[in-house]
């Protein structure tokens, strides 16, 4: 009896030891905050996310709620470096630790949150087919012949649908939205998969473009991302993600989101919405 409670101490005595080993590790948290800077991975080739504009400048929705996030971290702008990264390059750059974070129109789907830590969603999204007008392609199943080209991301979410979906057709691939959509206006592809907003947003640019109605995908999350096992930048994330979407952030969020993409976000408290709706209906 004595030698099973002796061994049972023993035990608990090693595990709160090497507790106290793993919280005293420092956080990236810590690191931001010593650094006094966040760095984020974000995309300069997928507008309207992330993208160089007219005056050189990085500009996008990812890049104004990456400054939000950064304001509301040390209570003043200015505490914030970009770092412009291919999709390929994400997974690796948040868990070695290149980027504190990053927001890059990335869904969360699949074997992803086995790679990376995901907070909740900042943005819905969803996968569609964008096509030239005249191209002969209203739905998806239009795109599945031998005569047509269709432009893929280098992610193996796109090629995995493209074989699934377009086994007939002829498969591209490029390294950013903006060289797939590019390809499509030039006739170098007759279609490509495209996250929903980019592909509304690049309509309401260009009038030879259309979005076929059905979605390739059904609706899904676009969420900041980090490298695993950090709880405590994870939870600060989300946190702020959190009062982006239905909190004391909301307004701010709404505000960049109309920006963009041209109307008010839903807010995700269906009786906040309500009251919202009822608001503009009246004015």
């Known amino acids: 009896m004595k030698s099973t409670r002796f061994l049972f101490l023993f035990v608990l005595g090693l595990m709160l030891v090497g507790g106290g080993v793993t919280s005293a590790e420092e956080s990236t948290l810590d690191k931001v905050l010593k650094r006094g800077k966040v760095i984020v991975g974000v995309s300069s080739e997928a507008p309207p996310f992330g993208f160089i504009d007219d005056k050189g400048e990085l500009v996008g929705f990812d890049i104004d709620i990456a400054k939000l996030i950064a304001n509301k971290?040390?209570?003043?702008?200015?505490?914030?470096?970009?770092?412009?990264?291919?999709f390929a390059?994400?997974?690796a750059n948040a868990n070695s630790g290149k980027i504190d974070f990053g927001i890059q129109i990335t869904t969360v789907h699949s074997q992803r949150p086995t790679k990376v830590a995901f907070t909740r969603s900042y943005v819905d999204s969803g996968i569609v087919l964008v096509s030239k007008k005249g191209s002969g392609i209203k739905k998806i199943a239009d795109a599945n012949k031998s005569s047509m080209t269709v432009a893929n991301l280098t992610v193996p979410a796109q090629?995995?649908?493209?074989?699934?979906?377009f086994p007939k057709a002829k498969l591209t691939v490029f390294d950013s939205t903006a060289a797939q959509f590019n390809a499509v206006r030039t006739g170098r592809a007759n279609a490509a998969q495209l996250d929903e907003p980019i592909a509304r947003w690049y309509a309401s640019q260009h009038d030879d473009v259309q979005v076929t109605e059905d979605w390739i995908t059904p609706p899904t999350n676009n969420a900041v991302f980090t490298k695993l096992g950090d709880f405590t930048w994870w939870l600060v994330l989300d946190t702020y993600v959190n009062e982006l979407r239905n909190g004391s952030?909301?307004?701010?969020?709404?505000?960049?989101y109309k920006k963009w993409f041209g109307t008010r976000p839903p807010h995700t408290k269906f009786w906040i919405e309500e009251q919202l709706k009822a608001k503009e209906a009246a004015n």
């Open 73 to 86: 971290m040390f209570g003043e702008d200015g505490h914030i470096e970009f770092l412009k990264q291919g």
């Open 89 to 91: 390059a994400r997974w």
């Open 159 to 165: 090629e995995e649908r493209a074989k699934r979906l």
């Open 249 to 256: 952030l909301y307004p701010q969020y709404a505000e960049i």
